[in-house]
């Protein structure tokens, strides 16, 4: 599969983009960074997006990308979600203040509305396109939920946000053809503390979630927050760990 990272880091400015993944350029995954860095067209390719959580750096592009299905010929935009973030999306965002509830009003193009927001239970795989999509818990103080994703006779697991967790590294070790792990180191080692305060991780724990993962693939650190972008790249290095690697703002074929 074709990863496409559109945005890697926690934190953002003229350089360096928040959370949005794009996997064989239909599929995103987290919508920090989508609208901003894809064309009208490329953005009409995006089938359905999977939202790990409601922190806006998450979903900074998202109400933009359904706003933009208005003026493409593209069927509605497929939302995914763990049910409870869901619920602080419908609530909170597409409340018709903060944007409009757009699963409600008809595009002029397609007759149909420009997106369908469908809630998961996680632990439960659902299937779309052929690729199976699995939501599991993780630890972020606010309801989040990581994915695993099953594409081509492939699988690639992301955390999204997360603190030390356990239950989505049991689910990943089921499978024997992993091919990465996007998992996330968001502070340096001297703010230890600051990562437990906010459940993220640090290289240190970055380092003890390694020994979880029986996976001999590629596990990348993501989220990292910009001003510390240096101190984290070069204590990821200092794991020894060779699956241990900071994700770039790049495409990559697994
Ligand atoms: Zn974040
Ligand atoms: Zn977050």
Not at 218 to 224: N, T
Not at 228 to 245: G, K, M, T, W, Y
Request: charge should be neutral; aromatic fraction near 8%; glycine fraction near 6%.
């Amino acid at each position: 599969m074709r990863l496409k990272v559109l945005g890697a880091y926690g934190s953002s400015d003229a350089e360096h983009n928040l959370t949005g993944y794009l996997l064989d350029d239909w599929l995103a995954v987290d919508a920090g960074t989508l609208t901003s860095k894809l064309s009208f067209a490329q953005q009409a390719r995006v089938q359905a997006v999977y939202i790990t959580h409601s922190h806006a750096d998450h979903i900074r592009d998202l109400p933009h990308l359904i706003h933009n299905r208005f003026s493409q010929n593209a069927p509605p935009l497929i939302l995914y979600a763990a049910r409870h973030v869901m619920d602080i999306l419908c609530k909170n965002v597409f409340n018709g203040l903060v944007w409009p509830d757009f699963s409600t009003i008809a595009s002029p193009q397609t007759g149909k509305p420009v997106v369908e927001y469908r809630a998961l239970l996680p632990g439960r795989k659902t299937t779309f396109n052929g690729v199976g999509l699995t939501p599991v818990h993780v630890d972020h103080q606010i309801p989040a939920a990581g994915v695993i994703v099953e594409m081509n006779g492939q699988t690639i697991t992301f955390t999204g946000d997360t603190g030390p967790t356990s239950e989505i590294w049991k689910r990943t070790n089921k499978f024997g053809n992993v091919v990465a792990v996007v998992t996330e180191a968001s502070f340096p080692n001297d703010q230890q503390s600051l990562a437990d305060e906010t459940a993220h991780l640090s290289p240190n724990t970055f380092g003890e979630e390694l020994k979880k993962i029986d996976a001999d693939a590629p596990i990348y650190a993501s989220h990292r927050k910009v001003p510390f972008e240096r101190d984290i790249e070069s204590q990821i290095r200092n794991l020894r760990d060779r699956r241990a690697r900071v994700l770039l703002e790049k495409n990559y074929t697994l």
